[in-house]
């Protein structure tokens, strides 16, 4: 069963305009969610994170919102630019447990 | 400071043939993961590591996988007769502490491994 989810395989958005991208996770136990950018060819790369007494975690350009009642977490992009275009995965961990569990990831175009 | 390093960065193997994979963390990082990504999606955990002890490899997919971080530092993921379904992208990630210490990991580029 998938426990962390991202139901939008891609997205595109204009240049200068919010990027949103969702996840639904099911395990009630995660207490810890991350978000990578993976570019080809590359390896992922850390974003930004949020733990579960927060709900909302910023930095710069990048915001990270968290609902454990919904089990969701959003990640908000704005204002967004071409060199965001990468795949997006979140990842959660928790519940005595060190390993993350990844999303399918999504991928953002920005369209310039 | 260098980061995660991997190699090679692409592996042909034929099926039934041995490859080994292999990890360098960043000096004095004490976790490291191996993950394995099939196309289209994300991570999926292999193996966790706290210095030399393997402390999870409840996620390798079979006994054909194996993999050992003898010092502590630099980490081989073996894999035994290879057979198709184990073509993927496999990745190292490290992190400075150790379990439980909610933190991010440094990913490596990966190995593509291509099994014919």
């Known amino acids: 069963d998938q426990q962390v989810k991202q139901n939008s395989p891609s997205l595109s958005v204009q240049e200068g305009r919010i990027s949103i991208l969702n996840c639904d996770y099911t395990?009630?136990?995660?207490?810890?969610f991350l978000w990578y950018k993976k570019y080809p060819a590359e390896g992922p790369t850390f974003l930004i994170s949020?733990?579960?007494?927060?709900d909302k975690n910023e930095d710069g350009r990048f915001t990270v919102f968290l609902n454990k009642s919904a089990k969701h977490l959003s990640l908000h992009i704005v204002p967004s630019q071409p060199g965001d275009s990468a795949v997006y995965f979140c990842?959660?961990?928790?519940?005595?447990?060190?390993?993350?569990?990844f999303g399918t990831g999504t991928r953002l175009k920005v369209l310039a | 400071g260098a980061g995660v390093s991997q190699s090679p960065r692409y592996k042909v193997a034929k099926r039934g043939q041995d490859v080994a994979l292999r990890c360098d963390p960043i000096?004095?990082?004490?976790?490291l993961f191996w993950y394995q990504q099939a196309l289209g999606q994300g991570p999926e955990f292999l193996t966790y590591f706290q210095n030399e002890a393997q402390l999870d490899k409840s996620g390798l997919p079979s006994d054909r996988f194996f993999a050992e971080r003898p010092e502590g530092s630099v980490s081989t993921l073996k894999i035994q007769r290879t057979q198709q379904e184990d073509s993927a992208v496999y990745l190292c990630a490290s992190s400075l502490q150790g379990p439980r210490a909610y933190e991010q990991s440094y990913f490596g580029p990966g190995t593509r491994l291509t099994v014919t």
């Open positions: 990842a959660a961990s928790g519940g005595g447990t060190y390993k993350y569990i």
């Open positions: 395990n009630s136990m995660f207490d810890y």
């Open positions: 949020i733990s579960s007494i927060k």
């Open positions: 000096s004095g990082h004490v976790s």
